[in-house]
C-alpha cells in the first residue's frame, strides 16, 4: 500500500495532525498522532483521515446529533405509558430515550420511535391475561399437544399459565401436587382433560429393600393415597 504523507498541523474535520505517531500498521501504513477539537489526543490511520473515515473522537457525532430538532412528546399519553422527562439509557449518548410513568405505577424506558410507533404501550403490564392482544381466552396448546390453562395465582405457575392436566388433578385430590407426582392421560390423548381421563401417577420409590422400609413406604404410601384402607 502507498504510504500517504500528511502535513504537520493539517486539520481534518476536528482533527488536528501533532506528529507522525511512532505506530504502523502491519502493511506499513502510517499513523499520526492528532488532536481532537475536544482536546483528546489519538493515533489516527493516515487514510482515515484523507478520506473522513475518522472526524474525531466521538464528540463529533454527540455534537452532531445535539442540533437535531427533537420530537417533545413530554407528557402525551401512549398507551399506559406517559414520557415525565429524557433519560440517557443502556450507555446511549443520545437523549432519544423517555422515562415514562405506567398507569400501573411502574417506571419504564422507552425510545420516541418505540413510543410513536405503538411498539411499546406499557411496562409489560398490558401484556398479561385478557390485556394481551394474543389472549385466547386462557386456554393454548404448546408444540407438544398440551393444553395450559391461565391461573396466575397458581404457585407453580409460568407467565401466568400451568397445564391444565395438572390443575384437573388438583381439584380431584383436593390439594396441590407434589415434586414426585404426575398426571398420565389413559387414552394418550393429551389434550382430553376430562376426569375420567386422567389417573395420578407416582414416581417415589422406598429408600431400600429392608422390610422396615418397605413396610414404612407402604404405610406413608396408603396415608397418602389411600387412608380408609387403614381404619
Avoid at 391461565?150 to 407434589?178: C, F, S, W
Wanted: aromatic share 8%.
Amino acid at each position: 500500500m502507498k504510504k500517504l504523507e500528511l502535513q504537520i498541523g493539517e486539520k481534518y474535520n476536528y482533527w488536528t495532525i501533532l506528529s507522525l505517531s511512532d505506530f504502523v500498521s502491519k502493511n506499513g501504513e502510517r499513523y499520526y498522532k492528532c488532536q481532537c477539537k475536544c482536546g483528546t489526543i489519538r493515533d489516527v490511520r493516515a487514510h482515515h483521515l484523507n478520506r473522513g473515515g475518522s472526524k474525531s473522537c466521538g464528540c463529533f457525532v454527540k455534537e452532531t446529533m445535539t442540533k437535531i430538532k427533537r420530537i417533545d412528546i413530554e407528557g402525551i399519553k401512549f398507551g399506559k405509558l406517559t414520557p415525565i422527562k429524557r433519560v440517557y439509557h443502556n450507555n446511549s449518548k443520545h437523549l432519544n430515550n423517555w422515562l415514562c410513568k405506567c398507569d400501573c405505577g411502574n417506571e419504564v424506558v422507552a425510545s420516541t420511535g418505540a413510543l410513536r410507533r405503538n411498539k411499546h404501550l406499557s411496562c409489560g403490564c398490558i401484556r398479561k391475561g385478557e390485556e394481551n392482544h394474543n389472549w385466547k381466552g386462557g386456554r393454548i396448546t404448546t408444540p407438544s399437544g398440551y393444553v395450559k390453562k391461565y391461573a396466575p395465582e397458581h404457585p407453580k405457575n409460568i407467565i401466568g399459565y400451568v397445564l391444565e392436566h395438572r390443575l384437573v388433578m388438583e381439584d380431584i385430590i383436593g390439594r396441590y401436587l407434589e415434586p414426585n407426582e404426575e398426571v398420565h392421560h389413559k387414552n394418550g390423548i393429551r389434550d382430553d382433560n376430562s376426569k375420567e381421563n386422567l389417573e395420578l401417577w407416582v414416581k417415589s420409590q422406598p429408600p431400600g429393600q429392608r422390610v422396615d422400609d418397605m413396610v414404612d413406604f407402604c404405610y406413608n404410601f396408603l396415608k397418602k393415597y389411600k387412608p380408609e384402607i387403614l381404619k
